[in-house]
């Protein structure tokens, strides 16, 4: 081994991060570009105002045990990996393999792909710019924010908070403003369409499509190892990021079924446009406040993920179970710098190769059934006399258990969306990935 190689393997990451990072992380990978078009899908599923914003805080208030289970399960782990470490420490190594092998392959690098596009396009509200010029400026936004995460743990961490700060003030100023231009009478608004919901079944139907706007809440388990005094600032950071996201969005429910009937959100393309553009100040700016909103957003959601994703692999190579070089640690900047640039390198290729990434969304099923089992680990790891959480969640496994049915009706919308091919993804990701597994731990063994 030559000096170079001593000294890149002597590097360990290092606690760099606090409470603030652990909010950003968390509440910018969930305030995506979702929630620009939930509302409208929300609000034909409710059929009414009044449902509308019931389904947000309630589907919300579910959303919460998900993150009771993370802080548990991060207290007890503070390391990187989150999910992969999960399944390893409740005894299923092939399981945590999967989780990886599936997320370096199919999930992670089209989240920045996709993302990367979204920004280019809504950059090209004000720049018209289309084909391969756009494509180009996508790429460039992933080398910008691969350069960011790749100097600095703190620089990166830095960026993240001020960008998550930037994405909550245009919302912030939305539900400010508008709550002084709200009408009462809109809330008892309600849709009309055929064939329509009512009553209780319209209420759980605008439950279940709220799950999607919450997803991404426990972004930072991913670096616990990175966290200072991780037994605290995780559970309180993951805590306070579902209860910041569920006001967020409570409060644009709240301005949207005040200022726009639920059919004008309903049938809208674009509902924060359209509520935007009912706000006296803002309404003039509509447009222009929407789109900057919109790239802002986007790109909190993009950093996160370019900051996260990668220590997945980092850990699973430090166990030797993923290529050798995806864990080492840059000596300089003291980031798993390698995993970060294949990662964004892959998501580079997809921003050419736009019908592999669309193809990649069917993976979708399979991330959320590792979503699933990650819940259900605690069910596992609680009867362990070695797993000794800094933090237990109240409720004991109820918590888990609600956090598993709310997954469960995300599985349940994603197999009927496309059952075939995410069966054909499942089937896929065990037939490459089991191989693998095993060729890698045969290897360790020999090693040993």
């Known amino acids: 081994m030559s000096n170079k190689e001593k000294e890149v393997n002597s590097v360990e990451l290092k606690r760099k991060l606090g409470l603030g990072a652990v909010i950003a992380l968390g509440v910018g990978t969930t305030v995506g570009s979702g929630i620009f078009s939930s509302l409208a899908e929300v609000a034909g599923a409710a059929g009414s105002s009044l449902f509308l914003v019931l ?65 280019a396009n809504y950059l090209a509200f004000f720049v018209p710019v289309q084909g391969v010029i756009l494509k180009i400026v996508a790429v460039a936004l992933v080398l910008i924010f691969m350069m960011v995460h790749l100097r600095s743990v703190e620089g990166g961490g830095k960026f993240q908070t001020i960008i998550t700060a930037l994405k909550i003030i245009p919302f912030a100023l939305i539900i400010g403003i508008g709550l002084f231009h709200i009408r009462g009478e809109l809330f008892l608004s309600s849709a009309k369409l055929t064939g329509a919901a009512t009553g209780f079944v319209a209420l759980l139907a605008g439950i279940s499509a709220t799950t999607w706007s919450y997803d991404g809440m426990g972004a930072a388990c991913y670096m616990s190892g990175e966290i200072k005094n991780p037994q605290k600032n995780m559970p309180k950071g993951l805590i306070l990021t579902a209860l910041i996201v569920l006001v967020l969005y409570v409060g644009l429910t709240v301005v949207s079924s005040g200022l726009l009937s639920v059919n004008e959100l309903s049938q809208s393309s674009a509902p924060i446009a359209l509520l935007a553009s009912k706000i006296p100040v803002i309404g003039p700016y509509a447009g222009t406040t ?93 009867r362990k006399e070695s797993f000794k959480p800094a933090y237990k969640m109240p409720g004991g496994l109820l918590m888990p258990i609600v956090a598993m049915v709310m997954t469960g009706t995300l599985i349940w919308s994603t197999f009927l969306w496309a059952p075939v091919a995410g069966l054909v993804c499942a089937v896929l990701a065990v037939a490459t990935g089991l191989p693998a597994f095993y060729i890698w731990d045969r290897k360790n063994k020999q090693n040993a």
């Not at 470490?85 to 690098?109: I, K, N, Q």
């Not at 990668?310 to 900047?333: S, T």
């Not at 290729?349 to 990649?360: G, N, P, R």
């Open 55 to 119: 389904a947000f805080l309630i589907g919300g208030l579910l959303q919460i045990p998900s993150n009771f289970c993370y802080a548990e399960l991060a207290s007890a782990y503070p390391e990187d990996g989150g999910q992969y470490v999960y399944f390893r420490e409740a005894g299923s190594r092939p399981l945590a393999f999967l989780c990886g092998w599936v997320s370096f392959w199919a999930t992670d690098p089209p989240s920045i792909s996709i993302m990367a596009i979204a920004i």
């Open 290 to 382: 929407v789109a900057i909103m919109a790239i802002i957003v986007v790109i909190g959601s993009l950093s996160s993920c370019i900051m996260f994703q990668p220590r997945i692999e980092y850990a699973m190579a430090k166990d030797g179970l993923f290529f050798k070089k995806f864990g080492e640690i840059h000596p300089k900047y003291e980031t798993p710098a390698f995993s970060i640039v294949v990662q964004c390198a892959v998501a580079i290729v997809l921003i050419f190769a736009s019908s592999l990434s669309d193809l990649l969304g069917y993976f979708t099923l399979v991330a959320l059934l590792k979503n699933f089992l990650t819940f259900g680990t605690l069910f596992v790891l609680r």
